[in-house]
């Protein structure tokens, strides 16, 4: 079983600042790793991923997420946020390797509020 | 390049009816996944299908149930529909169960 745990419901920032999505996973195998983005009422849009290999992945619109198995995270950055990243971002795992399916786990969501 | 159509887009239902939601994925992708998304939460796994079989199953109601047809679109099929149902319904394609799932915009249901 897995879960993932967004530590922050809701991120206010005001523009042109930085922002950090936090990240926490549970798993007993090994997973790959995904960040997608939910604008309002829209479906979800892959940002980034994490299969293998380098721990530092850049995704569109500038953000990058780093994989720390260590500490089981997956935190996500953008240097400097537009007021179009308000969005609600989701952190979600899959097994590696489950060749039957690989269901998306999902945390709960963190809504960014980019503030002018 | 098309991505994930999903029909319809909105639809609303009485109490105990019946709802039939479609999903048409990426050409040439064999593996369909969908999802519920309940208001101000996170999207929870329903069921997937490769190549046209049950490939996994997650906290999907028995009132529900779904295929993948030769053409690989699939349905989702709602019986009994109740006030709890009410949800944007997530359509996801792969090509291959462990290629990356891209999603369609959704169908949202709502039960009256």
């Known amino acids: 079983a897995q879960s993932v745990t967004q530590l922050d419901s809701q991120v206010p920032v005001f523009e042109e600042a930085p922002v950090e999505l936090r990240c926490n996973y549970s798993?007993?195998?090994?997973?790959?790793l995904f960040w997608y983005v939910q604008y309002p009422n829209q479906g979800l849009q892959l940002l980034l991923k994490?299969?293998?290999?380098?721990?530092l992945v850049k995704g569109i619109n500038g953000f990058e997420a780093e994989f720390n198995k260590s500490q089981t995270s997956f935190h996500l950055r953008k240097p400097s946020v537009h007021i179009s990243d308000t969005a609600e971002y989701f952190c979600?795992?899959?097994?590696?390797?489950?060749?039957?399916?690989?269901?998306?786990?999902f945390g709960g969501g963190t809504r960014v509020l980019v503030k002018p | 390049a098309a991505g994930v159509i999903q029909s319809p887009r909105h639809l609303i239902k009485e109490k105990r009816e019946t709802a039939t939601l479609k999903c048409y994925p990426i050409s040439r992708h064999d593996t369909v996944y969908w999802y519920q998304q309940g208001p101000g939460q996170d999207p929870q796994f329903l069921i997937s299908?490769?190549?046209?079989?049950?490939?996994d199953k997650g906290s999907i109601p028995d009132r529900f149930s779904a295929q993948q047809f030769s053409d690989y679109h699939s349905e989702l099929n709602m019986s009994s529909l109740e006030l709890g149902d009410s949800a944007l319904y997530f359509c996801a394609s792969s090509l291959g169960p462990l290629d990356t799932q891209y999603f369609g915009p959704g169908t949202r249901l709502t039960v009256l």
């Open positions: 979600a795992v899959s097994d590696q390797g489950k060749a039957a399916g690989n269901k998306l786990t």
């Open positions: 994490y299969l293998s290999g380098s721990t």
């Open positions: 299908f490769y190549e046209k079989m049950q490939s």
């Open positions: 798993s007993s195998v090994s997973v790959y």
